[in-house]
T-cell receptor, first 116, second 111 residues
Framework: GAVVSQHPSWVICKSGTSVKIECRSL??????MFWYRQFPKQSLMLMAT?????????EQGVEKDKFLINHASLTLSTLTVTSAHPEDSSFYIC????????????FGPGTRLTVT | KQEVTQIPAALSVPEGENLVLNCSFT??????LQWFRQDPGKGLTSLLL?????REQTSGRLNASLDKSSGRSTLYIAASQPGDSATYLC??????????FGSGTKLNVKP
């Protein structure tokens, strides 16, 4: 099956710093990738949709200047949390959809971000 | 507004029991519906994908049904095992891009 990887799997950073999370589709091309956020014991909330070569589309309430998304190639999307604060601590999960196929999304293993 | 609801929020059953997890959605104009499994602190594992034109999908001990007109889907797990313990998430896809997740059902299968 299609595999999506995320790096790093967990990261601790200090308030005010920025952290970049990578999402890669390993064995397929993904024209569209999605970034989700999950707080403890809650479900996933879509943050933004990124299409290769164009600007990301952010969901209502998500600050685009704080969560920078870049989808530079068909296999890589990055999420940069800028000027991180403790309330940004969360589980970030990406997913990727194949350029062809039935619209199934394949999810990465997630990145645990802790801001101290 | 699209909403996805899962009932029950938590379920504890003895090993070997058959069980049903429920998912309901408010907008029936779905593209597809997917059931996922999530282990603590981990990402999502896709279990079953049902296209809007389909009524059900089966994989091993799992069977998922879809009734668009009533806005419901069920995930049936046969002969449950302790290894099935996890949180099960239902997600509905609209407009090929918008994926709405339910809050999940946390399943505990007791040996």
């Amino acid at each position: 099956g299609a595999v999506v990887s995320q790096h790093p799997s967990w990261v601790i950073c200090k308030s005010g710093t920025s952290v970049k999370i990578e999402c890669r589709s390993l064995d397929f091309q993904a024209t569209t990738m999605f970034w989700y956020r999950q707080f403890p014991k809650q479900s996933l909330m879509l943050m933004a949709t990124s299409n290769e070569g164009s600007k990301a589309t952010y969901e209502q309430g998500v600050e685009k200047d704080k969560f920078l998304i870049n989808h530079a190639s068909l296999t890589l999307s990055t999420l940069t949390v800028t000027s991180a604060h403790p309330e940004d601590s969360s589980f970030y999960i990406c997913s990727a959809r194949e350029a062809s196929g039935a619209g199934e999304q394949y999810f990465g293993p997630g990145t645990r971000l802790t801001v101290t | 507004k699209q909403e996805v609801t899962q009932i029950p929020a938590a379920l504890s059953v003895p090993e070997g029991e058959n069980l049903v997890l429920n998912c309901s959605f408010t907008d029936s104009a779905i593209y597809n519906l997917q059931w996922f499994r999530q282990d603590p602190g981990k990402g999502l594992t896709s279990l079953l994908l049902i296209q809007s034109s389909q009524r059900e999908q089966t994989s091993g001990r799992l069977n998922a049904s879809l009734d668009k007109s009533s806005g419901r889907s069920t995930l049936y797990i046969a002969a449950s095992q302790p290894g099935d313990s996890a949180t099960y998430l239902c997600a509905v896809l609209y407009n090929f891009n918008k994926f709405y997740f339910g809050s999940g059902t946390k399943l505990n299968v007791k040996p």
